[in-house]
Structures are given as C-alpha cells and as structure tokens.
C-alpha cells in the first residue's frame, strides 16, 4: 500500500512559465528576448548561429534537462537541442548532456538560465539518490515534503522522482495531513476525534502526525490511513511505536502506514528505516541540496 505519487508530470503550461520567469528576471525584459543581454547584443555579430555543449563538471544524478531545453528555445524557436542524456540519469565529470545549436546571442543569454536550472534540480536528484541508496534492502522508501523553493515546487518534486524517492502531497489541496498545530487549535476535540472527521469528510487517505505511542493508536482508532511518527530518534522507543501502530491497525482489521519525520539525516536514515518504518519523509531533499556542477561552453560556429 503506498499513498505517494509513484509519478508526477509537471503541467505543461507550468515548466514553460516558470522558465520565462526565470529568463525575465535575468533580461529584465518581456517577453524575454536576446536583445536584454546588453554584453552579447553588443560583443556579438547579429544573426550569427553557433554551437554550444553543457556537460557535467561532478558526479550525481541528472535532473533538470527540460528546463534547459526551454530555455533555449524560448530566446531562439529555430535551436535545435540534441539531448543526450536524461533525467535520472548517473553522471560523472565530463559527461556531455546535451548540444545546442541556435543564434549566438540567444545560447548566452539562455546559458545561465538553463544551468541554474540544471544545477539546482540535478543537487536535489543526487541528494534524494543518497537517502534512497542508504536505505537500500529495506522496507523503507523516502520521500520529499512542501519545505520547496517558493515557484519551483513542482520541478523540484520531480527532481526527487528522478533521484528515485517519492512525492509526499503535493500541497495542502490534495491529502490531508493532520499536524500538531491542526489538533491544538481543534482542542477540546480529542486527538481521535480530529482524525475521524477528516477521514469521513472526505474519501482520500488521512495522514496523522502523531508525537506519542499513545497517540499513534489514536491515529488508527480514528481511521487514519498513515501515521507520521514525528521527532522520534531511531531506537526503543520508536519501534515500540511502530509495534503500536501494527498491533492497532491489526485489530482494526485495516492496513496502515508508518512514516518517520524529522532529525533524518544521511546518517541515521538507515537507523530510522530499520526500525521497521514504511515510509521516511526528509525536508532535506529539497531545501537543503547543494547544487551539482554543470558548464556551458561554446564549441564552434555551425
């Protein structure tokens, strides 16, 4: 049983506008044109077509290409872009990407645009890969949470994707996710009782963060369908939650998740996913991925 997005398209009005965001505010111009970059359009010949290589400069996991590629043809429709390796996949120093050949001063007006993009996504990708390969031949699948850069959401979720973890909900539209701060506001309401009104108030799988064994049984008695056990070190006490949860979810006659949150790092993870969780959120993947080395060089005039 899994409620994570096993996939996730970014919709297609979506990628190009968030790239032509990005090229406006480097071209303080819109539309974006080529003329914005006042160094090219003065260095550079009009009307001049060349050639131009992005290839890896440090190994990890390739996220990111169709931002590149919009990029470029955004600034020059007639571009012709030759991918040669896509998302998901491994790369070491050296490796060539992709080539591009289109008008001069459109490659480098595009070029910082497209390598922050590839940058920024790959270091989430490779970042996920790690957490994944750590908890390898366990249970346990990794996924990211909304910590996203604000406007980048969806492409970094599919960044993780192409690492190989899996998307937690998108946003607060479309699963429910009880949080601490949801039951104390609801307070007098008993923990369970705020579980159950969100199950029967909608048909979608409930998620219960739930900080005590004590109220991981509550979860399961009030119908969630997964239970975040948040803040618990890796050890006694969490697989006694754990053990909690399967016996609840047993006598309930239903079957329910167990996710782990908060304090995971590629240290512990394994730790936390042996205790025998299903499921293994990290805000990390995402908001605290360093970016992977890429270049964008000029490789002759076509």
Partial sequence: MGYASAAMDCPVETLPATVRAALVEDLGVAPPTASGDLTSRLALPARRRGRARLFAKAGG??????????????????????????DGAAVVPGALVLTVDGDMQGLLAAERTALNFVQRLSGVATRTRAFVAAVAGTPARILDTRKTTPGLRLLEKRAVLAGGGQNHRIGLFDQVLLKENHFGFARPLPYEEVVRRCVQGQPGPVVAEARTADEAVAAVR??????LLDNFAPGADLRAAVRAVRAAATAAGRAVEVEASGGVDLGNVRAFAECGVDRISIGGLTHSAPALDFSLLVEGLS
């Fill in 61 to 86: 996991v390739l996220a990111g290409t169709d931002c590149a590629v919009a990029a470029f043809t955004e600034l020059d429709p007639t571009a012709v872009v030759n991918l040669l390796l896509r």
């Fill in 222 to 227: 009030g119908g969630a369908s997964v239970v």
